[in-house]
């Protein structure tokens, strides 16, 4: 199998760089986003934290437990988890991407409904983000069971100190002896390149939430703050959550233990010891976690000041370099008053009402939708763009000459949507062409950050790694044989739907009754488009360098395995077996042919010559008409192309067989249309009741193997036949068929994942064929939150 692959792989590729003109990087931070993007979610595997977009970022995050109804105090929740750690639901009510969220978690074990909110503030303006506040409260799940005491750890990691570096996170006012803890507001001091001096304070919350009297006898230091910090400059350390608790909690916890068996002699009760955190700090610290225990119901605020964003005395002072703002504790103290309590709740309402007036505005829900479903919407947007994160780092790529070598690449950073928080918090190629469709139906200036980003990861080749595992803590959640992307495989070039969706709102712009109104729009896409034309140009030319078939104008998946073609995002679609290099896939030559004609789309926007792309996409379409098309079965097939005279095809019942009709390719008015569309509604076939399945009951190896792309419902496939129908139904009303088709596939996709939804909490990665259940990874707010573009019929 290795040796096929290799030559597989080989193939006719050339791999020299080509001298094609320069490709400047891509503009980011357009539009003053680098200052509004600048904190954010972006650590989408954890249940909170917020971090800075920074090759060196401040990270900050939550970590909790719930002890005393928690045995042994083993759970320490951060990471998100498909359920394992008992927290059975977690979702974002609210997220805008750019100024606040609101996240709901059930932690049923823990008897604890959490909410984790937070506001920014300041921030479109302020380079270093300006200020924020991270809101946790907490109640009982259940009333009548033991109300949780919720131990908080709240920690701060700032990369840009280093062994090198005279500053590091300090700790104000510390007293001399603080054994036992602290009290009132605690402030951690920092320094940042990017943000100048900063302070992350913790609000005093010993009034309300202190556990009782009872508990606090055995243990009085839990009515204060605890802390701990240290210096850990250890680069393979990635992880520090792990590695507090590993080291030094863990070992704190076991010194309880003596006591906890003491107790456990004399008592029936679950012993109310809590491990607390050391009360120790380094002097070089870049890392310090603030512990406190509260009973519920609880809220705590956690604010986090930049001090260049807030002028000390003084107007006369306007020439002052901001890299030297220091504001005084009692200042801070101040200033955090603007941001926490009554203006929390003020900031709070203010971003939501505009959430929600613009949610109106972008995602119109037709009348029949009951009040359910528009809680659903915008939970399906929020959990989309709270699923967003950034990257710095090196892939790991297959040496272009050498396959057994692996070399690190260049470092990039990426701003991406990812497609599943707790499964894939990272980012991947044809999954975010999908994702933007929805995000820029919301906002196209975080589509256009994410897709300048994206095509800066061009190579020389125009290769784009399909997956993008960035620093090391990106490539401890990835095991080994994945890590390693290869510069001759290609993944489907979504990202050019994004963009033609950009094009085609500059046209309605334009046809609106005041275009003027959308100048700021018009231009950002104009000029973004413009600054990103040679990379889309590069990516474009790499899949005819790297893909060809043997036979022109048409192409083959480099990398593929006798029972996986990972390029194509079908994994384990069945193709020929063994695989040969006479292979033409039909699903590649019709994203050329759809590229192609992305390309002459770009390019006369830009009011560039298009005539070549339009060629390429009538040679194209030509071959796949001629020889792909299946006539016992009425639909398209890959072929094994062996010379002029003689080629096969390859027969398989499923997603394969549409690609020409999916990416609209295939004329409406054409004569295989009928027969087609037959296919496409045979119930024995791909037609389900809760959506188009991946394979076709009548094929023999539905539902075989792994059975990921052999039976199951997936939704961007699903989008993508929805979307294109519709367009049919359109232009060509005469055809019922387009109609009927998609009013009933749109109706069956809907329901069922919404249904599905109501019943599990989640979206999830694919839906039973058959039965329409939810399957695989959960919650997968990467394309399957297209739902919202169906709901909408947007496409
Ligand atoms: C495996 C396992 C903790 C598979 O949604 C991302 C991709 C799609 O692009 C592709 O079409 N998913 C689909 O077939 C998930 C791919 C995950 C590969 C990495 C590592 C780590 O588990």
Redesign the pocket.
């Known amino acids: 199998v290795y040796a096929i692959d290799v030559h597989l792989n080989q193939g006719n590729i050339h791999l020299e760089p080509q001298n094609e003109g320069p490709m400047p990087l891509i503009k980011t931070g357009r539009n003053s986003l680098n200052n509004t993007l600048y904190w954010g979610t972006y650590k989408p595997h954890l249940y909170f934290g917020m971090k800075t977009r920074s090759k060196q970022p401040v990270n900050t995050g939550l970590v909790w437990s719930t002890p005393n109804v928690d045995n042994l105090f083993a759970r320490y929740l951060y990471r998100t988890q498909q359920g394992r750690d008992g927290v059975v639901r977690y979702e974002w009510k609210r997220h805008d991407g750019k100024n606040f969220g609101e996240q709901e978690l059930v932690d049923r074990p823990g008897n604890l409904l959490l909410t984790t909110s937070f506001v920014k503030k300041g921030h479109s303006s302020q380079p270093g983000g300006g200020d924020w506040t991270v809101r946790l409260s907490g109640r009982a799940l259940n009333q009548s069971l033991t109300a949780p005491y919720f131990s908080m750890m709240y920690y701060i990691h700032d990369e840009s100190i280093t062994k090198t570096s005279q500053n590091s996170l300090k700790l104000d006012n510390l007293p001399p002896s603080s054994a036992s803890g602290l009290e009132g507001d605690i402030h951690i001091n920092g320094e940042h390149p990017e943000i100048g001096k900063y302070t992350l304070l913790f609000n005093d919350v010993s009034s309300s939430v202190n556990p009782d009297a009872k508990f606090l006898k055995n243990q009085p230091s839990l009515s204060k703050w605890h802390f701990y910090g240290k210096a850990r400059f250890d680069d393979d350390n990635w992880d520090m959550v792990p590695n507090i608790f590993d080291e030094t909690t863990k070992q704190h916890v076991s010194s309880y233990y003596g006591e906890w068996h003491e107790f456990a002699k004399t008592s029936r009760s679950v012993p109310p010891f809590v491990p607390t955190l050391p009360n120790t700090i380094n002097d070089q610290s870049n890392l310090v976690v603030i512990q406190r225990v509260m009973k519920v119901p609880f809220e705590v605020e956690i604010t986090f000041i930049s001090h260049n964003s807030h002028d000390q005395d003084d107007q006369n002072n306007n020439n002052n370099n901001n890299q030297h703002q220091q504001l005084s504790s009692s200042q801070v103290s101040k200033v955090a008053k603007e941001i926490t309590g009554d203006e929390f709740d003020k900031l709070f309402e203010k971003y939501d009402k505009s959430f929600l007036e613009r949610f109106d505005v972008k995602f119109p829900l037709p009348k029949y939708y009951k009040e359910g479903y528009k809680g659903f919407s915008k939970m399906v947007l929020s959990n989309l763009l709270g699923g967003f994160g950034y990257w710095y780092g090196r892939t790991i790529s297959v040496h272009p000459d050498q396959p057994n070598r692996s070399i690190r690449l260049a470092p990039h950073a990426l701003y991406s949507a990812s497609?599943s928080r707790p499964?894939?918090p990272r980012g991947?190629l044809?999954?975010e062409g999908f994702h933007q469709m929805v995000v820029s139906s919301w906002d196209i200036e975080l589509t256009i950050e994410t897709l300048a980003h994206w095509f800066n990861l061009v190579d020389e080749n125009g290769w784009i790694p399909r997956?993008q595992i960035l620093g090391k803590e990106a490539l401890s959640?990835?095991?080994p044989e994945?890590q390693v992307q290869s510069p001759r495989i290609a993944n489907p070039p979504t990202l050019l739907m994004s963009i033609n969706k950009l094009i085609d709102m500059v046209d309605t712009f334009k046809k609106s009754e005041s275009p003027e109104k959308h100048k700021v729009e018009i231009d950002l896409i104009s000029s973004f488009l413009e600054d990103a034309y040679p990379r889309i140009v590069r990516f474009y030319s790499f899949y005819w360098k790297t893909q060809p078939a043997h036979i022109e104008n048409a192409f083959r998946w480099r990398g593929r395995k006798v029972n996986h073609t990972l390029a194509s995002?079908?994994?384990d679609y069945p193709r020929a077996n063994p695989p040969s290099v006479s292979e033409v896939h039909v699903d590649l030559s019709s994203w050329m042919a759809f590229a192609s004609k992305s390309l002459a789309k770009i390019s006369k926007f830009l009011g560039k010559d298009d005539s070549h792309y339009l060629k390429s996409y009538n040679d194209i379409t030509k071959i796949i008409f001629d020889l792909h098309w299946d006539n016992e079965n009425g639909v398209y097939q890959d072929i094994l192309y062996h010379n002029e005279k003689n080629s096969t095809l390859t027969k398989t019942g499923g997603y394969l067989n549409y690609f020409p009709l999916f990416l609209g390719l295939e004329p409406a008015g054409s004569s295989r249309m009928q027969s087609y569309l037959n296919s496409l509604k045979d119930i024995k076939g791909v037609w389900g009741r809760h959506g188009i399945r991946s394979m076709s009951l009548r094929d023999p190896l539905y539902g075989t193997n792994e059975n990921?792309?052999r039976g199951p419902i997936w939704i961007n496939i699903n989008y993508l036949i929805a979307s294109q129908l519709c367009k049919y139904s359109k232009e060509h009303p005469q055809t019922q068929d387009f109609a009927m088709i998609y009013f009933t596939l749109r109706h069956n996709l809907v329901e069922n994942i919404y249904q599905v939804y109501k019943e599990t909490g989640f979206l999830w990665e694919q839906y039973h064929g058959i039965e329409g259940n939810g399957e695989r990874n959960h919650p997968f707010t990467?394309w399957t939150s297209l739902v919202l573009l169906l709901l909408t019929e947007q496409y």
């Open positions: 497609p499964a894939f991947f044809w999954d997956e959640m990835v095991p994945f995002g079908l994994d990921y792309w990467g």
